[in-house]
């Protein structure tokens, strides 16, 4: 779809956008793309952190994994 774009093509489009929002609006929005981009970022990361972080903290911390009752002696 994008394989036919050559340079013409990006600075066309670039000067439409630049038309469109003007030039003052532009550090603004890069900066809002920014900001949303790290949010996004910490986010994903802190959801990776939390998937992993409830399989393996329990057994690598020496706690019994929940319904093991260490009283009992097994047999």
Same mark, same amino acid.
């Given at each position: 779809m994008l394989q036919g774009l050559t340079g013409w093509h990006f600075l066309i489009i670039l000067v439409i956008i630049l038309l469109l929002f003007g030039a003052p609006k532009l550090p603004a929005?890069?900066?809002s793309l920014g900001q949303s981009m790290k949010i996004l *970022?910490?986010?994903t990361r802190s959801e990776k952190d939390d998937a992993t972080g409830e399989e393996g903290d329990t057994v690598a911390e020496? *706690? +019994? *994994? +929940?319904?093991a009752d260490s009283s009992t002696p097994s047999v």
């Open positions: 929005l890069a900066r *970022k910490s986010e020496g *706690k +019994p *994994k +929940p319904g």
